[in-house]
């Protein structure tokens, strides 16, 4: 049973548009959510973070908006540019007891910028 | 230089073989993992360690062992591959736990 989905496998956007990749999580113990962005033969490489007490973190170009009642956040790249063409993936921590530790993933969102 | 180093970078072998994939890193962080990503599909948690002394199971295990030989150092051992374990790995490490983790290029393994 999935806990962090990512409804989308691919999404494109033109050149200086918005892109907007969106996560829905099911476990209400996650407290800690990231973005994280992968290009082909490389490890995910770290974007962006939200802690739930927050429901919004904005770092240039991306914010995080997260919204817990909905168990929803969502990713805003403003511009978009040719070099964000990648695979986005929304991860989650759970503050569970036991010192459980590691991220859970979704299956990730395929942006193409489009020129 | 590479903060967490993976080798081998690509790897094929047969069934039934004892494979070993190494991690190291530069970043002096305690905590380090190994995920597993198929196609299609996010990275799912192997194992993860908060220092030497100190390895933890995570949503997928069974069929694999790891070892934390050093802080720097975490390996992930198949003991016997099957061709279900065909898929890219990944090493991360982190400082701590609520910190974003950082992954190193990954290896890609093929069990024929």
């Known amino acids: 049973d999935q806990q962090v989905k990512q409804n989308s496998p691919s999404l494109s956007v033109q050149e200086g548009r918005i892109s907007i990749l969106n996560c829905d999580y099911t476990?209400?113990?996650?407290?800690?959510f990231l973005w994280y962005k992968k290009y082909p033969a490389e490890g995910p490489t770290f974007l962006i973070s939200?802690?739930?007490?927050?429901d919004k973190n904005e770092d240039g170009r991306f914010t995080v908006f997260l919204n817990k009642s909905a168990k929803h956040l969502s990713l805003h790249i403003v511009p978009s540019q040719p070099g964000d063409s990648a695979v986005y993936f929304c991860?989650?921590?759970?503050?569970?007891?036991?010192?459980?530790?590691?991220?859970?993933f979704g299956k990730g969102t395929h942006l193409i910028i489009q020129p | 230089d590479a903060d967490v180093t993976q080798t081998p970078r690509n790897r094929i072998t047969k069934t039934g073989k004892r494979i070993m994939l190494e991690c190291s890193q530069t970043?002096?962080?305690?905590?380090m993992y190994w995920y597993r990503q198929d196609p299609g599909l996010g990275l799912r948690l192997i194992y993860y360690?908060?220092?030497?002394?100190?390895?933890n199971k995570g949503e997928i295990s069974d069929g694999y062992s790891v070892s934390r030989q050093a802080q720097a150092k975490f390996s992930l051992s198949l003991e016997s591959a099957i061709p279900n374990q065909t898929a890219l790995y990944f090493c991360?490490?982190?400082?701590?736990?609520?910190?974003?983790?950082?992954f190193g290029d990954g290896t890609r393994l093929s069990i024929l």
């Open positions: 939200i802690s739930s007490i927050k």
């Open positions: 970043k002096g962080h305690d905590r």
């Open positions: 991860a989650a921590r759970s503050h569970s007891g036991g010192g459980a530790d590691g991220l859970t």
């Open positions: 476990n209400s113990m996650f407290d800690y």
């Open positions: 360690s908060f220092d030497v002394k100190d390895i």
């Open positions: 991360a490490t982190s400082p701590g736990q609520y910190i974003p983790q950082h």
